[in-house]
């Protein structure tokens, strides 16, 4: 009994959100402390009932006791009325050992009520703190729920992190490319203008030429004409 009450102050005593921050699952530790003292509450339930009952019956030999004085007291009474004085005298002889009895009896129900009267104290304390760590665990595992909520809103929040860092890389290797491409494009149009002079290029040979072959006529049909006019 003494180590179920030394196990429950110490539960009760002790600081029980640094007990829970030692251990993975918490709300297993305190279902465990509660399943722990309900089984130490039958125990002390059970002892409670046992000294219940030791009181009754140490109520109920006083109660008897008493009863059989008062009743020697009248049959000795009723002896004496009647004339027989060794009647009476052999009632109240049983008296007298009857309330030496009665003393002890007393003594004993004493005893038998001031224990019941604290186990009964203990009993319900008990019972009271039980309630009141349940109340705490219903508020505890509230306050899990919340936790554990907010630790998946934290990892969401990583997760959303890190696809933000990959939209940015991504958007980087886009601009590389898009960079990339552009400059290819501008080389493309650099080369194609090259081509394009030099075609200009070798078609303006080829009219140099015509065109000089067209002036050669012309001197030539001049020159006739000079000899035609006898200007030579």
């Given at each position: 009994?003494?180590?179920?009450?030394?196990?429950?102050?110490d539960?009760?005593?002790?600081?029980?959100?640094?007990?829970?921050?030692?251990?993975?699952?918490?709300?297993?530790?305190?279902?465990?402390?509660?399943?722990?003292?309900?089984?130490?509450?039958?125990?002390?339930?059970?002892?409670?009932?046992?000294?219940?009952?030791?009181?009754?019956?140490?109520?109920?030999?006083?109660?008897?006791?008493?009863?059989?004085?008062?009743?020697?007291?009248?049959?000795?009474?009723?002896?004496?009325?009647?004339g027989?004085?060794?009647?009476?005298?052999?009632?109240l002889?049983?008296?007298?050992e009857?309330?030496?009895?009665?003393?002890?009896?007393?003594?004993?129900?004493d005893?038998?009520?001031?224990?019941?009267?604290?186990?009964?104290?203990?009993?319900?304390?008990?019972?009271?703190d039980?309630?009141?760590?349940?109340?705490?665990?219903?508020?505890?595992?509230?306050?899990?729920?919340?936790?554990?909520?907010?630790?998946?809103?934290?990892?969401i929040?990583?997760?959303?992190?890190?696809?933000?860092?990959?939209?940015?890389?991504?958007?980087?290797?886009?601009?590389?490319?898009?960079?990339?491409?552009?400059?290819?494009?501008?080389?493309?149009?650099?080369?194609?203008?090259?081509?394009?002079?030099?075609?200009?290029?070798?078609?303006?040979?080829?009219?140099t030429?015509t065109?000089g072959?067209?002036s050669s006529?012309?001197?030539?049909?001049?020159?006739?004409?000079?000899?035609?006019?006898g200007?030579q």
């Amino acid at each position: 009994m003494a180590g179920i009450l030394s196990r429950f102050k110490d539960i009760m005593s002790s600081n029980i959100n640094a007990l829970l921050d030692k251990v993975e699952d918490p709300m297993k530790m305190i279902d465990q402390y509660l399943r722990n003292l309900e089984s130490d509450l039958g125990k002390v339930k059970a002892e409670t009932a046992a000294v219940m009952a030791e009181e009754t019956r140490a109520k109920r030999e006083l109660d008897e006791c008493t009863d059989a004085i008062n009743k020697m007291q009248a049959y000795a009474e009723k002896a004496l009325l009647a004339g027989n004085e060794a009647d009476a005298r052999a009632f109240l002889e049983k008296k007298s050992e009857l309330s030496k009895k009665l003393s002890s009896l007393q003594q004993t129900y004493d005893i038998a009520k001031e224990n019941s009267t604290k186990m009964r104290a203990m009993h319900d304390k008990i019972v009271k703190d039980i309630a009141e760590l349940n109340s705490r665990r219903d508020q505890l595992k509230a306050k899990m729920a919340v936790a554990e909520t907010q630790e998946k809103l934290n990892k969401i929040g990583s997760s959303i992190d890190g696809a933000m860092g990959n939209m940015s890389k991504f958007d980087e290797m886009e601009a590389k490319i898009n960079k990339k491409l552009d400059t290819a494009n501008a080389m493309a149009e650099l080369n194609s203008s090259k081509d394009s002079s030099n075609i200009d290029d070798l078609m303006a040979k080829y009219d140099t030429q015509t065109s000089g072959a067209s002036s050669s006529e012309t001197d030539d049909e001049l020159a006739a004409l000079k000899a035609k006019l006898g200007l030579q």
